[in-house]
């Protein structure tokens, strides 16, 4: 089943904080993060793992909560650059390696 | 630039027909991911190949196929177009099945079925 984004959109300041959410029904093993431009191919954030271990983005920081298998993504200090649309791919625990992704949320920050 | 390259890039083509796309996974990685992206919504599992192997599948009809060659670089074969297949088709490579492992994503091709 498809994990849930909320929200669907968010309009931003330059500056401004912003919090990307991602749910599931299953029990997860991993949560990835990727950011999408129009146009343009999704790109790698950040692998949060069950136990905790986060691997990516240096700027950008995000939560796994295993017991309720719920992700935040945490975009502080916006900047122009961080607009785009942002996906959250779940991995099972009985998958290979397979993602799910969301419907994704559209980040648009303005000047 | 992640290393993963697909081609074409753009392709026209009409009901009933068939296309081949491809691509070449990043240095090192041994497995693909295919997905299909149709406008607003996020990419939707296809199918996945480890050394050659298919290793799990969407839920996607049979005319969606693939193939994963020696040097790891992968087709995706649709027969029978149908309007609803057309999408951005993104394939994306990995290092193994281990779980947690990053899937870099190529920048695409855009199929436009008439």
């Known amino acids: 089943q498809q994990p849930v984004q909320s929200p669907q959109a968010v309009?931003?300041?330059?500056?401004?904080?912003?919090?990307?959410n991602c749910s599931s029904s299953k029990a997860l093993y991993s949560v990835h993060w990727y950011r999408q431009k129009h146009g343009e191919a999704p790109v790698f954030l950040m692998i949060l793992l069950k136990?905790?271990?986060?691997?990516?983005?240096?700027?950008?920081?995000?939560?796994?909560?295993e017991k309720k298998q719920q992700s935040?993504?945490?975009?502080t200090a916006s900047q122009l650059s961080y607009s785009g649309t942002y996906f959250c791919g779940t991995e099972p625990i009985s998958g290979y390696s397979t993602l799910t992704f969301g419907k994704?949320?559209?980040?648009?920050?303005?000047? | 630039?992640?290393?993963v390259t697909q081609s074409?890039?753009?392709?026209?083509?009409?009901?009933?027909?068939?296309v081949t796309l491809r691509c070449s996974s990043q240095s090192g990685h041994n497995t693909v991911s295919w997905y299909q992206q149709a406008l607003g919504q996020g990419p939707q599992f296809i199918f996945q190949y480890y050394r050659e192997e298919e290793n799990g599948r969407g839920n996607f009809p049979p005319?969606?196929?693939?193939?994963?060659?020696?040097?790891?670089?992968s087709e995706l074969n649709v027969n029978a177009l149908e309007?609803?297949?057309?999408?951005?088709?993104?394939?994306?490579?990995?290092?193994?099945?281990?779980?947690g492992e990053t899937q870099y994503f190529g920048p695409g091709t855009r199929l436009l079925v008439l």
């Not at chain 1, 935040?72 to 975009?75: A, G, M, Q, R």
């Not at chain 2, 074409?8 to 068939?18: F, M, V, Y």
């Not at chain 2, 005319?63 to 670089?73: A, D, K």
């Not at chain 2, 309007?83 to 779980?99: E, F, I, N, R, T």
């Open chain 1, 104 to 111: 994704g949320t559209m980040l648009l920050v303005s000047p």
């Open chain 2, 63 to 73: 005319r969606f196929s693939g193939l994963q060659f020696p040097n790891y670089s």
């Open chain 1, 11 to 20: 309009i931003l300041r330059e500056g401004e904080d912003a919090v990307i």
């Open chain 2, 83 to 99: 309007l609803d297949d057309s999408a951005l088709y993104l394939c994306a490579s990995s290092h193994g099945l281990a779980g």
């Open chain 2, 8 to 18: 074409p890039t753009h392709l026209i083509k009409t009901r009933g027909q068939q």
């Open chain 1, 51 to 65: 136990g905790g271990e986060q691997k990516g983005h240096e700027k950008i920081s995000a939560s796994f909560n």
């Open chain 1, 72 to 75: 935040s993504l945490y975009l």
């Open chain 2, 1 to 3: 630039e992640t290393g």
